[in-house]
């Protein structure tokens, strides 16, 4: 319908929201990535073609804006998606990377168990860096690029956990953090820490990093450490989840992190932790953000907190709560719409209705 030159767009029947935002995505990894390393078997040119697919998904499902947290050995296909798309290429969500990670030797994103006349020839899925000049020289390295953030693994991953104490590899030590906060902030960057807890974890938070991927087994301390810091955190707990088909042992191992992770979530909530929404979407299909917020809503946060979180914690968590986050004169047109209250019901947001990107329709059903 068109009223002047102004094209009116009718969503009175629904209820309209300002999109949403996922603050850890991976646009270019598809569920199999652990099983089947990308790096591996795929090139890196068809990999940019799968980003492409993964963000119109993310955005088909009301996610307007990402931030995608480490492209796992993906060349620069996060970057080329962000900027085709920011030069009207294509129509996409808005997209913060951080490119290639930074990870030590042995540590997670560094393949294991190739045979050892292979394993310096394979490509890895982050830059290894073992001490400080290295740690600097990839930031400048992942600058030059193109990138928008940093991102490191404070931890490793799930095999680096202990499984009688559940105490994940530590990979940095506090100098090593501050070293690399400090160099990408001379760059105006920021940094997110992969950590899953314990001294890891915290070492990171007083190294001074700007938000904290995962958290599964975030204690007390560091929690405090948070709090007083402002240091952001993304929980994406769906990820833990025991998969389908696994073996009995592992089940029973998902199943504890899963429940620490539901304290974690808990004790973070409570003392005032910032919570800005994230999935690791990518590692579960890209277009069920959803569950997280059904997750979180599970787990004791109000659907209005969680709906916050999703927007405006979103939207700090970017330094963009200027611009995005709100439907707020001076904002981005990045609106979506979906039938229901979901603030009664956070399941609402299985079907999104509508999604205005920048402006532009990009679904109304
Ligand atoms: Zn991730």
Redesign the pocket.
């Known amino acids: 319908m068109k009223s002047n030159s102004a094209t009116v767009i009718d969503l009175s029947d629904k209820t309209v929201l300002p999109g949403l935002i996922d603050g850890?995505?991976?646009i270019c990894l598809t569920p199999d990535y652990s099983s089947n390393p990308p790096v591996l078997y795929k090139t890196n040119t068809y990999r940019t073609m799968e980003a492409f697919k993964a963000a119109k998904r993310i955005l088909n499902a009301g996610f307007t804006t990402i931030r995608d947290?480490?492209n796992e050995g993906a060349d620069m296909a996060d970057i080329a998606v962000r900027d085709a798309i920011n030069e009207g290429m294509f129509v996409g969500p808005r997209i913060f990377v951080s490119g290639w990670a930074i990870s030590i030797t042995g540590g997670h994103m560094n393949l294991t168990g190739l045979r050892p006349s292979i394993d310096k020839k394979v490509e890895q899925l982050a830059i290894i860096a073992d001490n400080s000049e290295d740690m600097v020289a990839a930031i400048r390295d992942q600058r030059k690029s193109g990138v928008d953030f940093i991102k490191i693994y404070a931890t490793g991953t799930l095999r680096h956990i202990n499984r009688e104490t559940l105490e994940s590899l530590s990979q940095l030590s506090t100098e090593e953090v501050q070293i690399m906060v400090n160099e990408a902030r001379r760059w105006d960057m920021d940094v997110a820490a992969?950590a899953y807890g314990g001294t890891g974890a915290y070492h990171a938070v007083q190294g001074g990093v700007h938000s904290l991927?995962?958290g599964l087994f975030l204690d007390d301390k560091t929690v405090a450490l948070m709090v007083n810091n402002g240091t952001f955190w993304c929980p994406?707990m769906t990820v833990y989840f025991p998969d389908e088909g696994a073996s009995e042992a592992d089940i029973r191992f998902r199943n504890r992190i899963v429940a620490e992770h539901k304290k974690s979530f808990q004790r973070a909530m409570n003392k005032g932790v910032k919570i800005a929404f994230g999935t690791?979407i990518?590692?579960m299909p890209h277009e069920e953000g959803w569950r997280e917020l059904e997750l979180m809503v599970d787990y004791g946060m109000s659907p209005m907190d969680v709906i916050h979180s999703a927007t405006v914690m979103g939207a700090k968590l970017l330094r963009m709560n200027d611009e995005l986050g709100q439907i707020k004169e001076g904002y981005y047109a990045d609106i979506i719409a979906v039938d229901g209250n979901p603030d009664e019901d956070i399941k609402e947001f299985r079907t999104v209705d509508f999604v205005m990107v920048n402006g532009a329709v990009v679904k109304n059903k």
Do not use: A, N
Request: charged share 25%.
């Open positions: 850890h995505t991976h947290v480490d992969h991927e995962h994406t690791d990518g590692s």
